[in-house]
């Protein structure tokens, strides 16, 4: 079974920063970018941004463009996100996220792994 673990969520307010990391295991390596996905209470899931398998590059969502950046440690499987200027409108379960298409992959099938890690923004 393939399982991804993420962790680093919690309570922030408005304004704040937190950094969530996901163990990728060996399984998760095919896929043409890695990165994280979110949903909310009463929405849809939301894709939120991805670092690719091959040369480092980033995507993300308009809607974190500017405050959230990924990285990833090679050595340890370790993708991180680094959310800054939190907006309670960021407050959603973060899952783990692969992401299939080279060209567009925050556009294409993805799949998320794991029970997902709390993100919540609130004063």
């Known amino acids: 079974q393939v399982e991804d673990v993420e962790s680093g ?3 922030v307010q408005p304004g ?3 950094r969530l990391s996901c163990a990728a295991s060996a399984f998760t390596l095919d896929y043409s970018c890695i990165g ?6 009463g929405k849809k899931r939301e894709v939120v941004g991805c670092i690719s398998s091959s ?5 993300y969502a308009d809607s974190v463009k500017g405050r959230f950046t990924i990285s990833r440690d090679s050595a340890k499987a370790t993708v991180h996100l680094q959310m800054n200027s939190l907006k309670p409108e960021d407050t959603a379960v973060y899952h783990c996220t692969s992401f299939y298409d080279s060209f567009h ?3 294409g099938s993805y799949d998320y792994w ?3 890690t709390q993100v919540t923004v609130s004063s």
């Open 105 to 107: 992959p925050l556009s």
């Open 16 to 18: 704040g920063s937190l």
């Open 36 to 41: 994280w996905s979110r949903v909310a209470p």
């Open 55 to 59: 040369d480092g590059s980033t995507n």
């Open 9 to 11: 969520g919690g309570l």
């Open 114 to 116: 794991g029970e997902g």
